[in-house]
């Protein structure tokens, strides 16, 4: 397999977020003729201010001119350590310490990873955050490992690569765009439902549909008690009893895709992710792997939604 080549410039134009509500109505104000004549009752004057009691490593942060503190886990996570699951069973297993002394909570607050180790060995600062664009062919799964020892993603990629963690999912016998980036914390960003990230699925299915019962999903549907999220759903193409249908969305529940057109009475026997926000899968063959420029990546994640990630 040939090594990863820089992709060019994001080549859709969809960006992060999905649509907006405008704003409701505001109060209206109270009719000055309404109101109680009369003076005002005075106000209390303000007493003195109760001192700050802040966290030791946000008073040591302050002090030394460093950063915000943050859980080691994400902190850990944005190294390129692990996943935030993973870091906190190595912190359970006592692998992971700071000055020789063992944490004990993924919840430390740390502002730095200075003297931090795993298993021994010290965490280097975490480099820039790296994006790749992976397609992801049927019959492997995406995980590290699997206890079955099926095929996963990582058999399938190519040597030389940095450790590469995937945002989101794809079922074994879905295949198509998968992104693979080393910052945990840009993960769990892409991730979260609230950044509003569309992820776009062209699915084959087998069965009747109508436009109208796709357009009729714009405004959600629970299934099986549970709630989906908005979906764009447009009917491409029938070849026979098969339905081409492009589907969008942002919340990315687990199956959504194929849950939502089993409830419309449709099978599907394809699934292709086509892109995720901006990136597409356009015509990289199977298999192959491909790197976003960081001049890209960087006007990409300045466009994201801040909900704390």
Same mark, same amino acid.
């Given at each position: 397999?040939?090594?990863?080549? =820089?992709?060019?410039?994001?080549?859709?134009?969809?960006?992060?977020?999905?649509? =907006?509500?405008?704003?409701?109505?505001?109060?209206?104000?109270?009719?000055?003729?309404?109101?109680?004549?009369? =003076?005002?009752?005075?106000?209390?004057?303000?007493?003195?201010?109760?001192?700050?009691?802040?966290?030791?490593?946000?008073?040591?942060?302050?002090?030394?001119?460093?950063?915000?503190p943050q859980r080691i886990a994400k902190l850990l996570?944005?190294?390129?350590?692990?996943?935030?699951?993973?870091?906190?069973?190595?912190?359970?297993?006592?692998?992971?310490?700071q000055d020789g002394v063992p944490i004990e909570t993924?919840?430390?607050?740390?502002?730095? !990873?200075?003297?931090?180790?795993?298993?021994? &060995?010290?965490?280097?600062?975490?480099?820039?955050?790296?994006?790749? %664009?992976?397609? =992801?062919?049927?019959?492997?799964?995406?995980?590290?490992?699997?206890?079955?020892?099926?095929?996963?993603?990582?058999?399938?990629?190519?040597?030389?690569?940095?450790? !590469?963690?995937?945002?989101?999912? %794809?079922?074994?016998?879905?295949?198509?765009?998968?992104?693979?980036?080393?910052?945990?914390?840009?993960?769990?960003?892409?991730?979260?439902?609230?950044?509003? &990230?569309?992820?776009?699925?062209?699915?084959?299915?087998?069965?009747?549909?109508?436009?109208?019962?796709?357009?009729?999903?714009?405004?959600?549907?629970?299934?099986? *008690?549970?709630?989906?999220?908005?979906?764009?759903?447009?009917?491409?193409?029938?070849?026979?009893?098969?339905?081409?249908?492009?589907?969008?969305?942002?919340? *990315?529940?687990?199956?959504?895709?194929?849950r939502v057109l089993e409830h419309l009475g449709l099978?599907?026997?394809?699934?292709?992710?086509?892109?995720? *926000?901006?990136?597409? !899968?356009?015509?990289?063959?199977?298999?192959?792997?491909?790197?976003?420029?960081?001049?890209?990546?960087?006007?990409?994640?300045?466009?994201?939604?801040?909900?704390?990630?």
């Open positions: 397999m040939e090594p990863p080549k =820089k992709s060019g410039p994001p080549r859709r134009g969809a960006g992060a977020g999905g649509p =907006k509500r405008p704003a409701g109505p505001g109060r209206r104000p109270a009719n000055a003729a309404d109101r109680p004549r009369g =003076k005002a009752p005075a106000r209390k004057p303000a007493g003195p201010a109760r001192p700050a009691n802040p966290h030791p490593a946000r008073a040591a942060a302050a002090s030394s001119g460093k950063g915000e996570a944005r190294a390129g350590v692990a996943s935030r699951r993973e870091i906190e069973r190595m912190i359970a297993e006592g692998r992971i310490a993924p919840a430390t607050l740390l502002a730095s !990873l200075h003297g931090v180790t795993v298993d021994g &060995v010290a965490v280097a600062a975490p480099p820039p955050a790296r994006l790749f %664009l992976f397609h =992801k062919p049927t019959g492997c799964l995406t995980t590290e490992r699997d206890p079955a020892g099926r095929p996963t993603i990582y058999d399938r990629l190519p040597a030389g690569l940095p450790r !590469l963690m995937p945002i989101g999912r %794809l079922d074994m016998n879905t295949e198509g765009l998968l992104l693979l980036t080393t910052d945990g914390g840009f993960k769990r960003q892409m991730e979260l439902p609230a950044t509003g &990230v569309p992820r776009t699925y062209r699915a084959r299915a087998f069965g009747d549909v109508s436009q109208q019962q796709l357009e009729d999903l714009f405004d959600g549907l629970e299934i099986d *008690g549970i709630r989906y999220g908005q979906i764009e759903a447009n009917l491409e193409r029938r070849t026979g009893r098969n339905q081409w249908i492009e589907m969008s969305l942002t919340e *990315g529940k687990n199956r959504e895709v194929r099978k599907v026997n394809r699934l292709i992710r086509t892109a995720y *926000g901006p990136f597409t !899968l356009g015509e990289m063959p199977v298999g192959a792997i491909e790197e976003v420029r960081q001049h890209d990546l960087i006007l990409f994640r300045k466009t994201l939604k801040d909900v704390g990630a």
